[in-house]
């Protein structure tokens, strides 16, 4: 499998500060704005809905809280203040929850505002299902945030190698070895008689695979620091999270 550019299909220079920069009320492009929001919720939408569930709101709450949240980036220019200079995006985005969960935003305002815009369907997202499959032992609403990021940026990273691969007429190939990205990979000998190749062959393809997987998964990180210098750190750090989850 060779190696495509890296920018992938989406451009790796547009960071996810970059896009709170587009997000705010006095950028010229509203719909540009919009489409920003969105990505954004995708991104994170469910992280958040995490911590706010391991703060004892219960699903409901929880989905029109953070619903709520994003609905004040909308129209209330929520990011506004937020500064690049400050680092790690995850971070900022956090200490951003925190604090609205801790202003004036009651239970009931929650509710007013999040049925009010909708940001993204929830029935697509489906927070609670994931929320039931997460360690039962106990843990921090912070911690469960950090997992939640992580997990989600692998699954990004897996969506845009998947969609890579399809596009270049290797999605079979990626659909029978993407079990090897995650440790559990198949017997090499079944997997080379499924697809047809040579066992050296194979190889060949999963370390392509891996290699590939890592760069976008680099990518996806580099997207949440100002400084492309804490991406390293920030790779560990999900590692560490991972394990510890």
């Known amino acids: 499998m060779a190696d495509p550019p890296a920018s992938g299909p989406r451009d790796f220079a547009t960071t996810h500060w970059s896009l709170v920069a587009a997000a705010r009320p006095d950028e010229a492009s509203r719909s540009r704005a919009r489409a920003a929001l969105e990505e954004l919720c995708r991104a994170y939408w469910y992280p958040l809905y995490a911590f706010v569930r391991y703060r004892g709101y219960s699903s409901d709450e929880a989905q029109d809280l953070t619903q709520a949240f994003f609905v004040t980036i909308v129209e209330k220019g929520g990011f506004a203040s937020a500064d690049p200079e400050r680092g790690r995006f995850r971070s900022y985005l956090l200490g951003a929850m925190k604090h609205f969960l801790a202003n004036e935003w009651h239970r009931a305002q929650a509710k007013k505002r999040g049925g009010g815009v909708t940001i993204l369907d929830l029935d697509a997202l489906d927070p609670e299902a994931r929320y039931a499959l997460r360690p039962a032992e106990a843990d921090d609403p912070d911690s469960a945030f950090d997992r939640a990021w992580a997990q989600e940026s692998i699954a990004r990273a897996m969506d845009r190698l998947r969609a890579e691969s399809e596009a270049g007429g290797k999605g079979e190939l990626f659909a029978v070895?993407?079990?090897?990205?995650?440790?559990?990979?198949?017997?090499?000998?079944?997997?080379?008689?499924?697809?047809?190749?040579?066992?050296?062959?194979?190889k060949v393809a999963v370390h392509r695979l891996r290699q590939r997987y890592r760069k976008l998964l680099r990518a996806e990180i580099a997207e949440t620091v100002a400084d492309p210098a804490d991406v390293e750190a920030e790779m560990r750090h999900l590692v560490d999270v991972l394990r510890k989850g």
């Open 177 to 202: 070895l993407k079990g090897s990205l995650v440790g559990d990979e198949p017997a090499r000998r079944e997997t080379a008689a499924r697809l047809g190749m040579s066992e050296g062959a194979v």
